[in-house]
């Protein structure tokens, strides 16, 4: 068995791509999966997925879908300071909370 890694993205984050096709784009997290250490970021690594007709007289589609992305091959973006940065980690009022390394904004 694999053991599950801990990500410091989040879904809803805003990450910008430094690798691939799309690269310097910015995007929203749609779908994390740290078990694969992949995340699904909307708008980015679009694919083109034919789909057949499900009755009759409708026709096929061509659909633009979003396909997963190595974690390794983005970084998010703080809302605070609008730049790509690390995350870090602090303990306040017996709460963990992400924060910017840049600007030491909460994430």
Same mark, same amino acid.
């Given at each position: =068995? ?7 993205? #989040? #879904?809803?984050? /805003?990450?910008?791509? !430094? ?6 784009? =910015? ?5 994390? =999966? +740290? ?10 690594? !679009?694919? /083109? #997925? ?7 007289? *409708? %026709? ?5 879908? +979003?396909? +997963? !992305? #190595? ?23 017996? %709460?963990? *909370?992400?924060?910017? /390394? /840049? ?5």
């Amino acid at each position: =068995m694999t053991a599950i890694k801990k990500t410091k993205i #989040k #879904k809803g984050d /805003k990450v910008i791509l !430094l690798k691939g096709k799309d690269r310097g784009k =910015m995007g929203k997290v749609v779908r994390v =999966m +740290p078990g694969a250490s992949q995340l699904t970021v909307d708008g980015l690594n !679009l694919f /083109k #997925k034919t789909i057949r007709a499900t009755r009759q007289g *409708e %026709r096929g589609q061509v659909v633009d879908k +979003p396909f +997963p !992305l #190595k974690i390794e091959n983005v970084q998010l973006v703080c809302p605070a300071c609008n730049k790509a940065t690390r995350v870090g980690s602090r303990i306040v009022k017996d %709460r963990k *909370e992400r924060y910017c /390394k /840049k600007c030491e904004a909460k994430i």
